[in-house]
């Protein structure tokens, strides 16, 4: 199985990016997709995630109103669309793929997955 999560960058406060995170390997539309974020010193922590068909996603109190996930599954590919970008979003953002449903809350932890990509790094600066 291969994540192969791409599109971070250096951009200003108050920008845009896009990230994808393009799947091999498994099943894709099996699977729940999730992003998660490290910044530098701090725990990864959980940002969004989609379930299988993509008719139900969750996100970070912290990112709500400003970030979008979606999918395509005929293109193995999930998305994150990153608006209104914060220097607090400055972090490696990785994808990753699990079983977990969006029905509890264990899609929101990092044991919820079981497989991750490399990591895309997002730095916004103020």
């Known amino acids: 199985v291969q994540l192969q999560a791409s599109g971070g960058g250096l951009v200003q406060a108050g920008g845009s990016l896009r990230l994808s995170c393009a799947a091999s390997?498994?099943?894709?539309?099996?699977?729940?997709m999730g992003w998660f974020r490290q910044a530098p010193g701090k725990e990864r922590e959980f940002v969004a995630a989609?379930?299988?068909?993509?008719?139900?996603?969750d996100y970070a109190d912290s990112v709500k109103g400003r970030f979008t996930i979606s999918r395509d599954n005929a293109k193995n590919t999930v998305y994150l669309q990153m608006n209104s970008l914060k220097p607090e979003d400055t972090a490696i953002h990785y994808c990753?793929?699990?079983?977990?449903?969006?029905?509890?809350?264990?899609?929101?932890?990092?044991?919820?997955?079981?497989?991750w990509g490399q990591g895309t790094l997002v730095t916004v600066s103020s």
């Open positions: 990753a793929a699990g079983r977990a449903r969006l029905s509890g809350r264990y899609h929101q932890n990092n044991g919820g997955y079981s497989y």
């Open positions: 390997g498994l099943t894709f539309s099996s699977y729940t």
């Open positions: 989609i379930s299988e068909s993509g008719d139900s996603t």
